[in-house]
């Protein structure tokens, strides 16, 4: 599969939070602070998934923790195609 851009992920994750948090995708920003928008644990677990299924690669819940806006998140996930 050919590695998805910074702007796809973006553009998925932002889909699937909205979905999850009820927040309208317009009002989900790059620079938004995901937890601030009420982002919990079984989210993060549902939409790892969704990446999963997606982007056919394999990606860990907490990934969308440790990067704290939507943009660190999606880049995290596009790096991990870059990773062995």
């Not at 973006?10 to 601030?36: E, N």
């Not at 079984?42 to 860990?60: P, R, T, Y």
């Not at 806006?69 to 990773?83: G, P, R």
Request: hydrophobic share 45%; net charge negative; charged share 25%.
């Amino acid at each position: 599969m050919t590695p998805p851009t910074v702007e796809q992920v973006t553009d998925f994750l932002r889909a699937h939070i909205s979905r999850r948090t009820k927040v309208p995708a317009d009002q989900i920003l790059g620079s938004t602070v995901l937890v601030d928008f009420g982002l919990e644990s079984i989210d993060a677990v549902l939409i790892s998934g969704h990446i999963e299924d997606e982007f056919q690669i394999e990606v860990e819940p907490s990934l969308m923790f440790e990067f704290q806006t939507l943009d660190e998140v999606a880049a995290a996930v596009v790096a991990l195609f870059d990773t062995p």
